[in-house]
């Protein structure tokens, strides 16, 4: 008996599979422009979105919309797919998948931090570990300031923020 997934409203028990030689034909007519024979790509593959989709039910965001954002990444993986690479067609889904879920995570946030910020961040805490270790005594963050070559205000700044 399959596992039933109600999701978006589409039952996933009820999805059909694909074998590698269907899908590589499919792929062939979407290459060559077919919007139907994409459209069942798409649906063939939804399994494929909610088994990613799963890995952010910790998320606070409601599933169905990750589900979505995810379909958005297959959609675009599905349109960026280059045949002659000789890869599997999930192998090159999944890290689309996630990246469009985890930028839609991103930018729904109530609070961005810049990258630049973050980054920094890590880096101070980095330091703070490298030289706890060597020195096997607690650092300040004025000597991790120093050794980063920042000011003590980018250093607290930074750690605030994340």
């Known amino acids: ?18 074998s590698s030689i269907e899908a590589r034909d499919l792929m062939e007519k979407i290459k060559a422009g077919d ?3 994409k459209d069942y790509y798409i649906y063939c593959n939804m399994r494929l979105v909610l ?15 990750i589900f979505q954002v995810g379909c958005v990444g297959l959609m675009k993986a599905i349109d960026n797919f280059d045949t002659s690479l000789n ?6 889904a999944v890290p689309m998948i996630i990246g469009e879920i985890k930028r839609f995570l991103r930018d729904s946030s109530a609070l961005r931090v ?14 703070k570990e490298k030289l706890q270790k060597d ?5 300040s963050m004025e000597e991790v300031a120093t050794d980063l070559n920042l000011t003590i205000r980018e250093v607290y700044d930074a750690i605030d923020a994340i």
Do not use: H, W
């Open 87 to 92: 890869v599997q067609f999930s192998t090159y």
């Open 51 to 65: 088994s990613v989709a799963q890995r952010f039910v910790s998320s606070n965001e409601n599933m169905d919309d």
């Open 135 to 139: 020195r096997c005594e607690e650092v």
């Open 1 to 18: 008996m399959a596992r039933r997934v109600y999701i978006c409203g589409i039952d996933t028990s009820t999805l059909p599979k694909l």
């Open 35 to 37: 919007e139907r024979a």
């Open 114 to 127: 810049s990258r630049s910020i973050r980054d920094t961040a890590y880096m101070v805490l980095k330091s």
